[in-house]
C-alpha cells in the first residue's frame, strides 16, 4: 500500500474517531442541559407550594399533600408526583396506591446526599402509551428561604436542612423536538468541520509526501546509475533535511565512484585471475588472466562451474564451494585447479561472497611451489654442512688435545726432571710452554663446549627454576666459600619449559661471572624472575666491578674478554656466548644492564609457554 494512502487511511480514522466522539458527547451534553432546564422549572414550578408541603411531610398528612400534589402536577402536567422522606418513605401520592410504599434508590441517594435537585431520564407506561419523561427529586426545605434583613442579623443557617423531596415525572415531549433540532444542527456543524478537517489533511499530507516522491525519483535515478542526481528542496523540515543529506550523498557519488566500464576494465587488467560467480556457482564473468590460467571459454555456449573447476588439495578436506555457500571468507588457501586439458594446477585461492555474488581471485603458485622446494632443498643442505662442521671442529679439537697433552706432560717432566740443572731463562721458557699449552687446553675445551651446544638435543621438561639456580650454586661452592659470596634466589622463581641441562650451564656461567669479576668485601648476587607478558623475564644481579656500556653487546661474542687473561682468574671468554646461544635455541634473548664500577645485571628472557616444536 502506498504511503499517502496509508496516511489518509490513519487521517480518516482519526477524523471519523473524532466525529462520532463529538456527536455522542454533544448529543449527552444537549441532553443534560435539557433535563436540568425541565427539572429547574420543576422547582419553580413547586417553590409557591412548598409551605404546604412542608407541612404535609412534617404531619405525614396525605391530604394536603394530595392537595399540593394535584396544584404542582396541574402546573407542570407531570405524569405522576409524590412527597416523599428522606429513608424512601411515600406520604403522598398522585397514584394514592402507593402512598405508604418506599421510593427508595440511587437518584434519591443522591438527592440526599448532594441536598440538592437529582434528575434522570425515564420512561413511564407501558406499548403505545410510554412517555419519555425527566424524573425529578426536588428537595422541600424545613422552612422558608430566610429574608434579606434575617440574613443580615441571622447570618446564613447551617446546613441545608430539608423536610423531604417533591418526586416527579416531567414530560419531556414538550422539549424533544427542540433537543432534536439541536442535536441534528451540532451533527451538521461536526460533519462540516470534519470534512474541512479532511479536505486540509489531504492538502497537508500532498505537500508532505511531494518531498516524498522526489526523494524517491532521485533514489530512482541513483540506481540507474546517474549518481549525479539534485532533489528539490520543497520543504524546511526533516523531510526537506533529508532531501539535502540525499543531494550530499549523490554529490558524493558522482564525485568518487567509478563507472562501470571503468570497474570492467580494471578486472580485465588485473594480472590475476579474477572470476565473479553466482551464489549457486555458475560462473557470470571471467577476466583474460583466467582464461589463460585455466583454458577455459568462459562465453562459450557450454555453462563452467566453480566447483568442477577447484579441487581440495588434500584429500577429505572441505570443497572451498561449501565453505563459500555458508558465508565463509576465504584468505589464501592452497587448492588444485582442475584446467579444461584435465591438468591440475597449484593454486591459491581467496574468495568472499559480495551481495548475491561471489568474487573469486586466483594466483598461481607453481613457481612458489619451486621456490618452496628449491629452499627446502638448500635447507637441508645447509644442514647437512653444519653437521659435518659440527663433527669436524669435534674431530679436530679432539686431534688437538692430544699432542697438548704430550707437551704439557713432557714439559712437566722436564720442569720436574731437569729444573735444577736448566738456568733460569730456559726454565721461564718451559714454564711459559706448559701454561701456553694449558690456555690451549681450555680453548679447545670451551670451543667443544659451543659446538656441543648446537650438536646436543635434550628433551625439554617442566623444570623448576630455583632447582637449576640451587645446583649451579653447589657447582660453585667453592669460589663462594673463597670469596665470602652469597647467592640470594628470589622466592618466587617459576617454572620453565626447557632443556634442563644448557639452562643449568646459563646459570652456572652467569653466577661464575658474577662472582669472578667481584672485588666487593662481600660479593653478592640476587637471581630474580618475574612475568614479562608471555615470557619468563631472569635477573642474575651483582655487586661486582661492572660493564663499561660500549662493551655490552662485544661481551657475548666467543673468546672476547675485557681483561688481560692473568686477571679476575683467567678465562677463555666462552662462557657468556654460550649462554647466548643457549638462550636464543630456547627462543628468548640475553642482555646486560650495567654501569661501570656499581655492578651488572645480566637479564634475559624465555617463553613462559611451550611451544609446538619444543613439545614434540
Not at 407541612?55 to 394535584?70: D, K, Q
Not at 562465453?299 to 558465508?327: I, N, T, Y
Request: include cysteine; charge should be negative; hydrophobic fraction near 45%.
Amino acid at each position: 500500500m502506498k504511503l499517502h494512502l496509508k496516511v489518509m487511511l490513519f487521517a480518516l480514522a482519526l477524523i471519523g474517531g473524532a466525529l462520532a466522539a463529538n456527536i455522542y458527547f454533544s448529543r449527552a451534553a444537549v441532553s443534560e442541559a435539557i433535563s436540568a432546564q425541565i427539572a429547574e422549572a420543576g422547582e419553580i414550578a413547586a417553590t409557591g407550594l412548598f409551605p404546604a408541603m412542608r407541612e404535609a411531610l412534617n404531619a405525614r398528612s396525605e391530604a394536603e399533600g394530595l392537595r399540593a400534589l394535584h396544584d404542582f402536577s396541574r402546573r407542570t402536567g407531570a405524569l405522576y408526583a409524590a412527597l416523599v422522606l428522606a429513608d424512601g418513605q411515600v406520604v403522598a401520592h398522585t397514584n394514592v396506591a402507593l402512598a405508604g410504599s418506599s421510593m427508595a434508590d440511587p437518584l434519591l441517594s443522591r438527592a440526599v446526599w448532594s441536598g440538592d435537585i437529582a434528575f434522570l431520564r425515564s420512561a413511564v407506561g407501558e406499548g403505545d402509551l410510554r412517555e419519555e419523561t425527566v424524573e425529578t427529586l426536588i428537595p422541600v426545605p424545613y422552612e422558608a428561604p430566610p429574608s434579606g434583613e434575617s440574613l443580615i442579623f441571622e447570618g446564613i443557617p447551617e446546613g441545608d436542612k430539608f423536610a423531604g423531596f417533591l418526586r416527579a415525572a416531567l414530560p419531556l415531549a414538550p422539549a424533544k423536538k427542540a433537543e432534536t433540532d439541536i442535536g441534528f444542527k451540532l451533527m451538521i456543524v461536526a460533519l462540516v468541520i470534519s470534512a474541512a478537517t479532511l479536505v486540509i489533511s489531504a492538502l497537508f499530507i500532498r505537500l508532505i509526501l511531494r518531498q516524498v516522491a522526489l526523494l524517491s525519483e532521485g533514489m530512482m535515478k541513483v540506481r540507474e546509475g546517474d549518481y549525479d542526481v539534485s532533489v528539490p528542496v520543497v520543504s524546511r523540515d526533516e523531510l526537506g533535511e533529508a532531501a539535502e543529506s540525499f543531494n550530499k550523498l549523490s554529490r558524493g557519488l558522482a564525485e568518487t565512484t567509478v563507472s562501470k566500464e571503468h570497474l570492467d576494465s580494471l578486472i580485465e587488467g588485473m594480472p590475476d585471475p579474477v572470476i565473479i560467480a553466482g551464489l549457486d556457482g555458475g560462473i557470470i564473468r571471467a577476466n583474460r588472466a583466467a582464461v589463460l590460467f585455466s583454458g577455459y571459454d568462459f562465453k562459450g555456449p557450454e555453462p563452467v562451474a566453480l566447483r568442477a573447476m577447484l579441487e581440495p588439495e588434500a584429500a577429505g578436506a572441505p570443497h572451498p564451494c561449501d565453505l563459500l555457500e555458508k558465508g565463509a571468507h576465504i584468505r589464501e588457501l592452497d587448492l588444485l585447479l582442475v584446467a579444461s586439458d584435465g591438468r591440475r594446477r597449484p593454486a591459491m585461492l581467496s574468495a568472499a561472497p559480495a551481495g548475491d555474488q561471489l568474487v573469486v581471485v586466483l594466483k598461481d603458485t607453481a613457481q612458489h611451489k619451486e621456490s618452496e622446494a628449491r629452499v627446502a632443498r638448500y635447507l637441508k643442505e645447509v644442514e647437512r654442512v653444519n653437521s659435518e662442521l659440527d663433527s669436524f671442529a669435534h674431530t679436530v679439537s679432539h686431534d688437538l688435545k692430544e699432542p697438548l697433552r704430550g707437551i704439557e706432560m713432557f714439559s712437566g717432566i722436564l720442569i720436574s726432571d731437569y729444573g735444577a740443572s736448566l738456568d733460569p731463562q730456559a726454565s721461564d721458557y718451559l714454564s711459559r710452554v706448559v701454561k701456553a699449552a694449558g690456555r690451549m687446553r681450555r680453548l679447545i675445551d670451551d670451543l667443544l663446549g659451543y659446538a656441543r651446544v648446537a650438536r646436543t638435543r635434550n628433551p625439554y621438561e617442566r623444570t623448576s627454576s630455583a632447582g637449576l639456580v640451587a645446583e649451579a650454586a653447589a657447582g660453585l661452592s667453592a669460589l663462594i666459600g673463597e670469596k665470602g659470596a652469597s647467592v640470594l634466589p628470589g622466592g618466587d622463581l617459576p617454572e620453565i619449559f626447557c632443556d634442563p641441562v644448557k639452562m643449568r650451564q646459563v646459570f652456572h656461567n652467569l653466577l661464575s661471572n658474577a662472582l669472578k669479576y667481584n672485588d666487593a668485601p662481600k660479593p653478592e648476587v640476587r637471581v630474580e624472575a618475574e612475568l614479562f607478558g608471555q615470557y619468563w623475564k631472569f635477573s642474575v644481579t651483582d655487586n661486582g666491578i661492572g660493564v663499561p656500556p660500549q662493551y655490552s653487546e662485544e661481551i657475548f661474542k666467543m673468546f672476547k674478554r675485557l681483561h688481560s687473561r692473568h686477571e679476575y682468574g683467567g678465562g677463555t671468554g666462552a662462557g657468556l656466548a654460550i649462554a647466548h646461544k643457549i638462550i636464543e635455541e630456547h627462543g628468548g634473548r640475553i642482555w646486560v644492564d650495567s654501569e661501570e664500577g656499581k655492578g651488572s645485571s645480566f637479564r634475559f628472557i624465555i617463553p613462559a609457554a611451550p611451544g609446538k616444536d619444543r613439545e614434540a
